[in-house]
């Protein structure tokens, strides 16, 4: 039978020898944006009520709508015949649209495997944590870098005669330039767009672009996926 | 009771396997090859053996049926049977873009899907629009007893005509 | 007035039971440690923080958009499970069952509409989320991960929304699902397999019908129950919602 071990916890005896634990230097931490603390809350209550007053507004609101707003219903599913136009729920008219001038595999496997690869990896990307604006340093090769890109995107769409999508990206291209070009301001319009950081301005192209698309595929597209004005 | 104790950890100077990372490897080898075997078995299991769609071989009268220079549209089958003086052929009236009905249009000679308007010729050529490939050929033959015999599954070059 | 009190010491009574006190472990919410355990003890509520910065409170900070979205979602399920005791996903029945319920069951066209109206809602709902948490920050670190908890959470979302959108059976419900497994066999290698698999065959039938309608009542939402637990779950670990400065 083996004693069990004595030991004692203390300080080692030795101190020149043995280093002391002065830091504790974990793995890499990223950095993080820092939070302003603030005074806090009990969540019960606030937070249950709150949630309990939301819930029961949205509740009121969908149960008004859906008493005077009928939800469709079509003829019988027929294979053999298929009606004219054939559109696909509303937030996927987007994507048929952009299916109208490009190849199915290009607008309907490529385009929007890489939109969500994007969206995935965003926070991962050497994410601007300052929150720098997008011509902070106004520099030349910046102006040529992007206009580069834009120039680039700019005839692959014209190739493929994708106007709903040039457009959109020629008016926000537009806008980009201009806090370069007028730095010093005094309109409140044109400061915030000069305040606003790389990543803004990408997100808000694409949701521009993805709206337009979609409204263009709700509104504007008939038979044979013909242009059709609305109000006709 | 062992004479001097062992020093504990892994032996780090020698590149020997101890028994515990062969029982690890073993182990999760095992949980591995279980894991494949279950998706695989998931998948199988997920995918008919049998189908109970209509039939995709079928009788489409006799070529007396079918005036020269006419097209006509099956519709319990979508296949159009299109007759000209050179012979027949069996045409899909699938649009190859993304799988609307299409429908003849016999004033333009031109057969046209209503989705995104491909337009076909009707020997299935791409007239226009975005469809990928032209309109396959099915397989159109005559039986003995003199009546035509379409098959879905069998495509055939555009170049195979029956003459009659 | 002595009603009231009355009522009052006849509910303090019933909460001394030996059985109230049996199923209601902690007491009325009426300290700060009794109100730790509301949040904490609770099994529905302890993926939610104790305390909360009093900022991420206010409608502006959020619109609560996070919370709507969940709500959607619970509507949604609701509206689900009692819409499933007149649907068969058959093909002659389903397009009938779906008449019955407008036109036949009592309140049936009411679920309906509030099912698909939810449905069309927690869409717009969950992409406005997710724009707000970009242009506020929220994806920043240390919430990444949650961030891309938050993009599968649209996926299945959108395709939640795809698989009900045949079981109506109707023309809309069949022509638009034909276009979309189209556009999956255009997938490389993988494609026309997926495609095989989804509907159960090589046509929009039967089998297509019966498998969205599992994936839409069985698996789908058992993936977003798991995903908006760890969703909450994160919030909470990660340090809480992020509230821009300028919305103060």
């Not at chain 3, 419900?173 to 698999?197: D, H, Q």
Request: aromatic letters at 12%.
């Amino acid at each position: 039978m083996s004693e069990k071990n004595s030991y004692e916890a203390g300080l080692s005896s030795d101190a020149v020898r043995q280093p002391r634990r002065v830091v504790f230097i974990t793995r890499k931490v990223s950095a993080k944006v820092k939070e302003e603390t603030g005074p806090q809350l009990m969540s019960f209550p606030h937070v249950i009520l709150r949630e309990a007053i939301a819930f029961q507004i949205l509740t009121i609101v969908l149960v008004g709508l859906a008493l005077f707003w009928d939800a469709p219903l079509e003829q019988l599913a027929n294979p053999l015949l298929t009606p004219n136009p054939a559109k696909a729920p509303w937030y996927f008219l987007g994507l048929q649209e952009l299916l109208h001038y490009f190849p199915p595999l290009v607008a309907g496997v490529l385009l929007p495997t890489l939109v969500v690869l994007a969206l995935v990896v965003i926070p991962y990307f050497d994410v601007n944590i300052e929150g720098e604006p997008l011509w902070a340093h106004r520099g030349r090769r910046q102006l040529l870098i992007y206009g580069g890109i834009f120039a680039a995107l700019f005839v692959l769409l014209a190739l493929y005669d994708a106007w709903t999508v040039l457009v959109p990206t020629a008016v926000m291209g537009a806008l980009g330039l201009v806090p370069y070009f007028h730095p010093a301001s005094d309109s409140r319009f044109q400061k915030f767009l000069g305040s606003r950081p790389l990543p803004w301005w990408v997100m808000t192209w694409f949701i521009v672009v993805a709206l337009t698309l979609t409204a263009v595929g709700t509104f504007f597209r008939g038979p044979g996926w013909s242009w059709v004005w609305p109000w006709r | 009771m062992s004479d001097e104790p062992k020093a504990p950890g892994k032996p780090e100077e020698n590149n020997a396997v101890t028994r515990r990372d062969f029982f690890n490897e073993i182990a999760g080898g095992a949980l591995a090859i279980a894991g494949l075997g279950a998706a695989v078995v998931t998948v199988k299991y997920a995918s008919p053996n049998v189908l109970f769609e209509p039939p995709t071989t079928f009788r489409a009268g006799s070529p007396d049926d079918y005036p020269v220079n006419s097209v006509t549209y099956l519709q319990d089958q979508q296949v159009y049977i299109v007759r000209t003086d050179k012979g027949m052929w069996a045409l899909s009236a699938v649009c190859t873009h993304l799988g609307c009905i299409t429908q003849w249009k016999p004033e333009s000679d031109q057969i046209a899907c209503p989705c995104h308007g491909s337009k076909f010729q009707k020997t299935g050529t791409v007239l226009a629009g975005p469809a990928p490939r032209p309109l396959p050929h099915f397989s159109l033959l005559l039986s003995e007893d003199g009546s035509l015999v379409v098959d879905k599954l069998e495509i055939v070059k555009e170049t195979e005509i029956l003459k009659v | 007035m002595a009603t009231t009190a009355w009522t009052h010491q006849r509910l303090e009574q019933l909460r001394q039971t030996r059985v109230w006190r049996s199923i209601f472990r902690r007491g009325p919410a009426r300290t700060n440690r009794t109100r730790s355990l509301a949040v904490f003890g609770n099994l529905g509520l302890h993926m939610m923080p104790v305390k909360v910065r009093e900022k991420s409170l206010s409608v502006r900070a959020t619109y609560y958009l996070g919370s709507i979205s969940f709500f959607l979602f619970v509507v949604l399920a609701i509206t689900g499970v009692l819409l499933m005791f007149y649907y068969h996903p058959a093909v002659p029945d389903a397009y009938r069952d779906m008449k019955d319920l407008i036109y036949v069951v009592s309140n049936g066209v009411f679920l309906r509409n509030l099912h698909r109206l939810a449905a069309q809602a927690m869409v717009v709902a969950v992409f406005w989320h997710m724009f707000h948490v970009f242009y506020r920050g929220g994806y920043k670190p240390p919430h990444e991960f949650n961030w891309v908890i938050g993009v599968g959470l649209l996926m299945v979302t959108l395709f939640l929304s795809y698989t009900g959108y045949l079981l109506p059976w109707d023309q809309l419900a069949f022509w638009a699902i034909t276009v979309g497994t189209n556009i999956i066999s255009y997938v490389p290698v993988m494609g026309r397999p997926i495609r095989f698999l989804l509907l159960g065959g090589h046509i929009i039938g039967q089998n297509a019908l019966l498998r969205f309608y599992v994936l839409h009542c069985v698996i789908l939402p058992l993936a977003a129950v798991g995903l908006i637990g760890m969703h909450f779950w994160r919030i909470q670990k990660d340090g809480g919602l992020t509230v821009r400065d300028d919305h103060e």
